[in-house]
């Protein structure tokens, strides 16, 4: 007997809620907050819409369906199963923040403050969550599959993200590596940078932007639903022993970009999680290339 669908609504902690845990009461922390030119009351309102979301979601769950919660602190121990719907009610990064965790379950974005969120994935209010759980668990639901890049390293460490996956120096330090295409024969190259960016269509709104308008590339900026990724290198230091000719390049499906340490250490995180992050040693090598999971979004 196949098991009813779970509803996983995940959420984040609000500023609110921050506040008070570290100043103990509404009042300390108007008062925090005033001395620094806020006032408390707009951060209220949004701990209020937030957690009214949170409820009007809740109550549209079918009655036979399981539900459960999940706060975004707790993702990386939190088991998600193939019945799951997942709920995501928040901000755009959330859902990022989710993803890497899921195996093409599909995710429901929800808008818990329209106009303040640009909705790019959270593209929903609470009174259409019904109607979105119905479709999601429905034989040829409208939903988008995104495109998600991976790292994979030699010890079978293995790192998801929906935006991007960065690699560099744990610190303010230069990350030194040989890097080049994941193919036979072909050339690597000794850098010494700042570290390597290897980004999403999804991506492409946010950090990946940022490099790409930087080098005024000339490459195409993926969409969220295109197998391409883009990838560049950080601020690469020439010198004899390094280079800057392999800075900046695109990967489709089936290709990869390999990367051998060749300094202390080097961190791999994606999607800003720094928290939850593979830690590579000398001599180790990684592979960045387009999952074969995607995000299954709910339209």
Known sequence: MSLAPRAVLVHRTTEYEELLARHGTHGQAAFFLTSRGRSIDEVALRHRRTRQALDDVAAAVPLQWRRSRVERADLDRFLFGPEDVVVVVGQDGLVANTAKYLAGQPVVGIDTDPGRNPGVLVRHRPGDAA???????????????????EAVADDTQRLLALNE????????????????????????EAQASSGVLVGTGTGATGWLRSLWQERRSGLRLPAPTDDRLLWFVRE???????GT???????????????????????????????????????????????????????
């Open 131 to 149: 109607a979105l759980l119905r479709a999601a668990v429905a034989p040829g639901g409208a939903a988008e599959e995104l495109t998600m890049v």
């Open 165 to 188: 996956i960065y690699l560099g120096p744990p610190g303010h330090q230069t990350a030194r590596y040989r890097i080049g295409p994941d193919a036979s024969g072909a050339a690597a």
């Open 236 to 242: 690469a230091w020439p010198s004899p022993a390094t």
């Open 245 to 299: 000719s392999l800075v900046a390049g695109e990967l489709g499906r089936g290709q990869g970009l390999r990367l051998t340490v060749e300094s202390d250490r080097m961190t791999v995180f994606g999607d800003g999680m720094e928290t939850d992050a593979l830690e590579l040693a000398w001599g180790q090598t990684v592979r960045l290339g387009i999952s074969a999971t995607s995000l299954r979004l709910t339209v």
